[in-house]
């Protein structure tokens, strides 16, 4: 299966991202089908750039982003995010319910 996912460069303490294709049993930073956009954290605001033709492209062949590439691409305007947890996720103690 393809996945649009992050990839970390940078140097230490300072990651910046590449939004790249990849398939989803490959590493973080192995080797990538396509790179498709940039992520750059810290700056003041975030700065996202992304080859929307080509994003369009790769979610119509079947490729699945990410929650967080999921959430950057909703931010800059491609597609809509909708939180998902998982089933092994806990529920934090402070959302409990106290019985």
Same mark, same amino acid.
């Given at each position: 299966?393809?996945?649009?996912?992050?990839?970390?460069? #940078?140097?230490?303490?300072? /990651?910046? $991202?590449?939004i790249v294709v990849i398939e989803d049993n490959k590493q973080r930073d192995?080797?990538? &089908?396509? +790179?498709? #956009?940039? $992520?750059? /954290?810290? !700056?003041? /605001?975030?700065? &996202? !750039?992304?080859?929307?033709?080509?994003? #369009?492209?790769?979610?119509?062949?079947?490729?699945? /982003?990410?929650? !967080?590439?999921?959430?950057?691409?909703?931010?800059?305007?491609? #597609?809509? $995010? !909708?939180?998902?947890?998982? +089933?092994?996720?806990?529920?934090?103690?402070?959302?409990?319910?106290? +019985?």
């Amino acid at each position: 299966m393809v996945k649009i996912r992050l990839k970390r460069k #940078g140097r230490k303490k300072k /990651p910046l $991202y590449r939004i790249v294709v990849i398939e989803d049993n490959k590493q973080r930073d192995g080797r990538s &089908i396509e +790179d498709i #956009g940039t $992520y750059n /954290p810290h !700056t003041e /605001p975030s700065t &996202i !750039t992304v080859k929307e033709a080509r994003v #369009g492209h790769w979610l119509s062949v079947g490729a699945q /982003p990410s929650n !967080t590439v999921s959430r950057l691409l909703a931010s800059v305007g491609i #597609g809509d $995010y !909708t939180p998902t947890q998982s +089933d092994n996720q806990r529920i934090a103690k402070k959302d409990r319910k106290n +019985d």
